[in-house]
C-alpha cells in the first residue's frame, strides 16, 4: 500500500480505494491463489512508489502488478540482514515494490495477484484447532489518507464452517458451503484476516 499520511476529509482531492475485492482461492493441497482488486477514485493523482508486504509466514510466489490496464514491474526487496520494513505500524521482512504513472482518468482498476503455500498451524489458545493457516495482510490500509470505501473478502475451497479466525475480529460468514465471506463499509481495519482452516489434514505441498 501507498506511504500516505492519516485519513483527511471527504473534500480534499486525493488517490483513494472505493472499492476492494479479495478473492483467496484454494487450488489443492496446501496451495492457494490471491486475487486482489482494487477500485481507485482520483486515480490521476495516484502516481508514486507503492509496496506490498510479504510475512516470514507466506513467502509470496508469481507475484504480479496491473494497473490501469497495462502490467508493470514489481521488484522483490529485501533489507540488510537484522533490519525491517515499515509499513504503517508493522514492520516486515520483505516488500514487492513497484511505481504507478497517473491515470489517464478519474477511475482505473489495480489488480495484484499471488500464491502462498500456507502453513500447518496447531491453535491452542483460542480453538484448540490444527489446521492450514491462512492470512491475508489489512492493516497497511490504516496508511491511506481516506477511508476504504467498500471491502468484500471471498475465501473459496475450504469448508467454510471449518474456518475460524484467529486473533482477528474479521467475523465473516458462509454463503456456500465452500465460500466464506466478509464485507465491510468505510473501512479501517484494526486487525489482518487471519484464518485457521480446522481439521485439515497436512499435505506435501505440490
Same mark, same amino acid.
Given at each position: 500500500?501507498?506511504? +500516505?499520511?492519516? *485519513?483527511?476529509?471527504?473534500?480534499?482531492? !486525493?488517490?483513494?480505494?472505493?472499492?476492494?475485492?479479495?478473492?483467496?482461492?484454494?487450488? =489443492?493441497?496446501?496451495? &492457494?491463489? !490471491?486475487?486482489?482488486?482494487? %477500485?481507485?477514485? +482520483?486515480a490521476?493523482?495516484?502516481?508514486?512508489?507503492?509496496?506490498?508486504?510479504?510475512?516470514?509466514?507466506?513467502?509470496?510466489?508469481? &507475484?504480479?502488478? +496491473?494497473?490501469?490496464?497495462?502490467?508493470?514491474?514489481?521488484?522483490?526487496? !529485501?533489507?540488510?540482514?537484522?533490519?525491517?520494513?515499515?509499513l504503517?505500524?508493522t514492520y @516486515?521482512?520483505?516488500?514487492?515494490? @513497484?511505481?504507478?504513472?497517473?491515470?489517464?482518468?478519474? $477511475?482505473?482498476?489495480?489488480?495484484?495477484?499471488? $500464491?502462498?503455500?500456507?502453513?500447518?498451524?496447531?491453535?491452542?489458545?483460542?480453538?484448540?484447532?490444527?489446521?492450514?493457516?491462512i492470512?491475508?495482510?489489512?492493516?497497511?490500509?490504516q496508511?491511506?489518507?481516506?477511508? *476504504?470505501?467498500?471491502? $468484500?473478502?471471498?475465501?473459496? =475451497?475450504?469448508?467454510?464452517?471449518? #474456518?475460524?479466525?484467529?486473533?482477528?475480529?474479521?467475523?465473516?460468514?458462509?454463503?456456500?458451503?465452500?465460500?466464506?465471506?466478509?464485507?465491510?463499509?468505510n473501512?479501517?481495519? %484494526?486487525?489482518?484476516?487471519? #484464518?485457521?482452516?480446522?481439521?485439515?489434514?497436512?499435505?506435501?505441498?505440490?
Open positions: 500500500m501507498h506511504p +500516505n499520511a492519516a *485519513i483527511t476529509s471527504a473534500n480534499e482531492e !486525493v488517490p483513494y480505494v472505493s472499492h476492494e475485492t479479495v478473492t483467496i482461492t484454494w487450488l =489443492g493441497q496446501s496451495r &492457494f491463489s !490471491v486475487i486482489v482488486n482494487y %477500485q481507485f477514485r +482520483n490521476h493523482l495516484a502516481a508514486g512508489d507503492y509496496a506490498f508486504p510479504e510475512t516470514s509466514a507466506f513467502p509470496l510466489e508469481n &507475484f504480479a502488478v +496491473n494497473w490501469a490496464g497495462k502490467n508493470i514491474k514489481a521488484e522483490y526487496f !529485501v533489507p540488510p540482514p537484522g533490519r525491517y520494513l515499515r504503517g505500524n @516486515y521482512p520483505a516488500v514487492y515494490r @513497484y511505481r504507478k504513472a497517473a491515470a489517464q482518468s478519474q $477511475e482505473a482498476e489495480q489488480i495484484i495477484r499471488y $500464491e502462498f503455500v500456507a502453513p500447518y498451524w496447531r491453535e491452542k489458545k483460542f480453538f484448540n484447532a490444527e489446521g492450514l493457516y492470512e491475508y495482510i489489512l492493516t497497511t490500509a496508511t491511506w489518507r481516506k477511508l *476504504i470505501g467498500t471491502v $468484500e473478502i471471498h475465501v473459496l =475451497g475450504p469448508t467454510c464452517k471449518d #474456518l475460524l479466525p484467529v486473533e482477528s475480529d474479521l467475523k465473516g460468514k458462509c454463503l456456500s458451503p465452500q465460500h466464506w465471506n466478509f464485507h465491510a463499509n473501512f479501517v481495519p %484494526q486487525d489482518d484476516l487471519r #484464518l485457521i482452516w480446522r481439521q485439515h489434514r497436512q499435505k506435501a505441498s505440490p
